[in-house]
């Protein structure tokens, strides 16, 4: 097991940013769903225990490993979409015959941290190919989509307020913010925040 440092905050501090790195334990098979933490990095301390995503955003992009948080991204995924509707798939429905533009090598969806890097991708990818069906040519049309990263599950069996890309169980880069409660000692595996 990894070696635990108890913060000292500074007296002012009433909370701690931290950034965790969570390995996926889900099973989809069975519907197990669940992760772990692994490294735990205290990477900023705050001055109130509110749950600002724009506080959080600033002490992510100061740490390299969750630069991608930072403020301004988000997660931008490109799609190919139907502009009419075809047989059993609908105006706005993704095209299976444009998965070349749209997936990587490994056959994840192509995603983007900024819209003008998802905009410049379909820039250079060019128009969507046309498709013949039964003689009619039809028309594709690019698509960008846009999730947040920021996470509010303050709900029972939720996971709190939260900066991730994807959700708290697929593994990946996670910051939160942990309040300072009298008596209390938080611990983690790494401490950047006087870097």
């Known amino acids: 097991m990894t070696d635990r440092i108890t913060l000292q905050p500074p007296v002012w501090a009433k909370a701690v940013i931290v950034a965790r790195f969570r390995h996926s334990d889900t099973d989809m098979q069975t519907d197990y769903f669940a992760s772990h933490v692994g490294r735990e990095v205290a ?13 959080m955003r600033q002490a992510a992009a100061r740490f390299p490993e969750t630069a991608d948080l930072g403020p301004g ?6 799609a ?27 056959y994840h969806p192509r995603t983007f941290n ?3 890097a998802a905009e410049a991708y ?5 128009e969507p190919f046309p498709v013949s069906d039964a003689g009619t040519l039809h028309s594709f049309a690019w698509e960008i989509r ?4 920021e996470h509010r599950e303050k709900y029972s069996m939720g996971g709190g307020y939260y900066l991730m890309d994807g959700w708290r169980h697929g593994g990946g880069w996670q910051v939160t913010k942990l309040a300072f409660y009298p008596g209390s000692q938080l611990s983690v595996t790494e401490d950047r925040t006087s870097a």
């Open 114 to 116: 900024t819209r003008a």
């Open 80 to 106: 190919v979409v139907f502009t009419e509707t075809l047989g059993m798939h609908a105006k706005g429905d993704s095209s299976h015959w444009h998965t070349d533009l749209t997936r990587d090598e490994q």
């Open 43 to 55: 990477i900023a301390y705050s001055r109130h225990t509110r749950d600002l995503f724009a506080e």
């Open 146 to 149: 846009e999730e947040s990263i």
């Open 122 to 126: 379909i820039a250079q990818a060019g």
């Open 73 to 78: 991204l988000n997660r931008y995924t490109v």
